[in-house]
């Protein structure tokens, strides 16, 4: 039987108790509601866990925000000789269907999700362009750059900002988490 390339939100969660699911998202988008059970393995962290999900061949359901980084996930794991799937639409469909999230407990730090972190940063970097852009016209080529990287980012379903973004210290991983995550693969 071949492993299918992807799953809707209806047959995931049909399938949910029997799969291992690989959130990709960063930790911070992670903290923001992930599916039951879900692991947090960072997409750029995904090539050290390829020893962890080898046995699993065919049971992962790689997961992100909405698909582009689940898809990369996928291929990536292809490539490594590691059957899964993909979930259409990732969380942000999920959660439309009705189906529920696992989150942190309440009072814990909420960390925005990436879509909204890159939203925040270039509508920020736009305003300065043209804020500045009152002080010398030159400025206003920060917001040509922004504007110029959202409609490349658009075309391409690829964005640099989100990687940058993906950087910073409420985004990475800890060590130790990661070595848990592992861990829990290695159990199962």
Same mark, same amino acid.
């Not at 960063?26 to 020893?51: F, K, M, Q, S």
């Not at 996930?73 to 439309?96: F, H, I, K, N, P």
């Not at 270039?122 to 030159?138: D, N, R, V």
């Given at each position: ?7 809707? +939100?209806? #047959? ?6 029997? /799969? ?6 960063? *930790? ?7 599916? *039951?059970?879900? /692991? ?5 962290? $995904?090539?050290?866990? @390829?020893?962890? /999900?080898?046995? /699993? ?16 996930? &996928?291929? $990536?794991?292809?490539? #490594? ?25 309440? !009072? ?6 990436? #879509? ?10 736009? $305003?300065?362009?043209?804020?500045? !852009? ?8 920060? +917001?040509?750059? @922004?504007? !110029? ?10 964005? !640099?900002?989100? @990687? ?9 991983? &800890? ?6 995550? $592992?861990? &829990?693969?290695?159990? &199962?």
């Amino acid at each position: 039987m071949t492993t299918p390339a992807a799953l809707d +939100s209806d #047959e995931a969660r049909v399938r949910l108790p029997e /799969l291992t699911v690989v959130d990709v998202r960063t *930790p911070g988008e992670y903290a923001t509601g992930h599916l *039951p059970g879900a /692991l947090n393995i960072p997409l750029d962290a $995904l090539p050290r866990a @390829v020893p962890a /999900l080898r046995p /699993l061949s065919g049971d992962v359901l790689v997961v992100c925000a909405a698909g582009p980084r689940s898809e990369q996930a &996928r291929v $990536l794991l292809s490539s #490594e000789g590691v059957d899964a799937m993909t979930l259409t639409g990732g969380t942000q469909d999920w959660a439309r269907c009705g189906h529920g999230l696992d989150r942190p407990e309440p !009072g814990g730090r909420r960390t925005w999700s990436m #879509e909204r972190q890159v939203r925040f940063t270039a509508g920020a970097l736009a $305003l300065t362009g043209l804020g500045l !852009g009152l002080l010398h016209p030159g400025w206003q080529l920060i +917001s040509a750059v @922004v504007a !110029g990287g959202l409609v490349f980012s658009a075309l391409t379903d690829t964005c !640099g900002m989100a @990687v940058v973004l993906g950087k910073l210290p409420h985004n990475r991983p &800890r060590a130790a988490d990661l070595d848990a995550t $592992l861990a &829990r693969l290695a159990a &199962r």
